[in-house]
């Protein structure tokens, strides 16, 4: 083998044997409809969390390993064991910024079963001017809390 050959499979093996790190906070949605009305919960007072993401040529250096969100997940379509995952109503989210604002969220208060119409204020700073080369996201989520009464 040539040296180049034999330098190609030690990076290879380098890249497989490192490891990454995913922490997802989920709570699993049941299959079935159930009608819900406001009396069925306890609501908490409005709770927020923040998060910050640096891009560099559209990569989360910080990030790039690690993989730390807060989502939903549905109802049966996943086998794996998830520790704890909110069901959020009347939201849709779409950055991973905003999902990452959405687990710091639930790490700060922990024991609540739902997240009511979570809401997002996201600033993003380009301090290059190229959107690509350089950002700076930070979103600030606000959101009420519920624990299904027993």
């Known amino acids: 083998m040539t040296k180049l050959n034999i ?72 086998s794996m064991i998830s520790l704890a995952n909110l069901p959020v109503i009347g939201n849709l989210m779409h950055d991973k910024t905003a999902n990452l604002a959405l687990y710091e969220m639930m790490e700060k208060n922990q024991g609540y079963d739902v997240i009511f119409y979570p809401q997002y204020e996201t600033t993003v700073k380009r301090p290059i001017g190229l959107g690509f080369i350089y950002k700076i996201t930070t979103v600030k989520t606000r959101a009420r809390l519920g624990k299904l009464n027993q």
């Open 7 to 78: 330098l190609f499979i030690a990076v290879v093996l380098a890249f497989a044997t490192t490891s990454c790190t995913n922490i997802n906070k989920t709570l699993r949605e049941p299959n079935v409809r159930v009608k819900l009305l406001k009396s069925d919960f306890t609501l908490s007072e409005q709770v927020s969390g923040e998060a910050t993401s640096t891009k560099i040529l559209c990569i989360d250096w910080d990030r790039l390993f690690k993989n730390t969100t807060g989502t939903v997940e549905g109802g049966g379509a996943s």
